[in-house]
């Protein structure tokens, strides 16, 4: 257990609906990532918020929205859900910045559209 | 901008046999790098890391270390194992709130 809690584990769902991934960091680590992995695209950086507030965003789509509340944890919003929306979805976390601590990975997420 | 590239795979190798993947790596500065490792079925793990250039970082008997002259970040061990199969991701920050980006991920096949 690396300390990092994704939910739910596994996700299956219709083109153009709606799901909300969630993540809750380690203890005392105030930074969270989300990242898509895919067989094609590899490992891409989604969005990062530290203690709240986005601090930095990737290749996230307009469709897809994340949020960090005052606990902590994450909630990735993912919606009108494509069949190439289907990956697997990973939440990190680090003390601060990653730059010299480098993150915990939760299990992930594997979403299915069909 | 900061950017990696790591040897495509698949790699198989026999059991006991040495192993190398090479990364190399584009950055501003001396960032710290690292190798994650995904087994089967589950999330990336910290593998190792080195934070600044001639570190050597160490784990589980792997090693790599950071050569700014090369600007490489290789992964090496001297004997695998089976258990050892699994998908090894090299790593550098970018930006200034130090998000990692990773290579394409090499898959590493262990035969008994």
């Known amino acids: 257990d690396s300390g990092v809690t994704q939910t739910p584990k596994h996700l299956i769902t219709a083109t153009g609906q709606r799901v909300t991934l969630r993540c809750s960091p380690r203890?005392?680590?105030?930074?969270v990532y989300w990242y898509q992995q895919s067989l094609d695209q590899g490992l891409q950086f989604l969005i990062q918020y530290y203690n709240g507030e986005e601090r930095a965003k990737g290749n996230i789509l307009e469709r897809f929205s994340a949020q960090q509340f005052p606990d902590l944890h994450s909630e990735l919003n993912l919606s009108s859900l494509e069949l190439g929306d289907s990956a697997l979805y990973f939440c990190?976390?680090?003390?601060?910045?990653?730059?010299?601590?480098?993150?915990?990975f939760g299990s992930g997420t594997r979403l299915t559209v069909v | 901008g900061n950017s990696v590239t790591q040897m495509e795979g698949p790699v198989t190798l026999s059991e006991e046999a040495f192993l190398t993947i090479n990364c190399t790596y584009t950055a501003t500065g001396y960032p710290s790098l690292f190798w994650y490792v995904q087994y089967p079925g589950e999330g990336l793990q910290l593998l190792l890391k080195?934070?600044?250039?001639?570190d050597k970082g160490s784990n589980k008997g792997f090693e790599a270390t950071y050569r700014k002259e090369t600007t490489s970040f290789h992964l090496e061990k001297g004997s695998v194992q089976v258990s050892d199969s699994a998908v090894y991701f090299c790593?550098?920050?970018?930006?200034?709130?130090?998000?990692?980006?990773f290579g394409k991920g090499t898959k590493l096949s262990v035969k008994p």
């Open positions: 080195a934070t600044k250039a001639d």
């Open positions: 790593a550098l920050p970018v930006g200034s709130q130090g998000n990692l980006i």
């Open positions: 990190a976390s680090s003390p601060r910045g990653a730059g010299d601590y480098g993150y915990t």
């Open positions: 203890s005392g680590d105030l930074s």
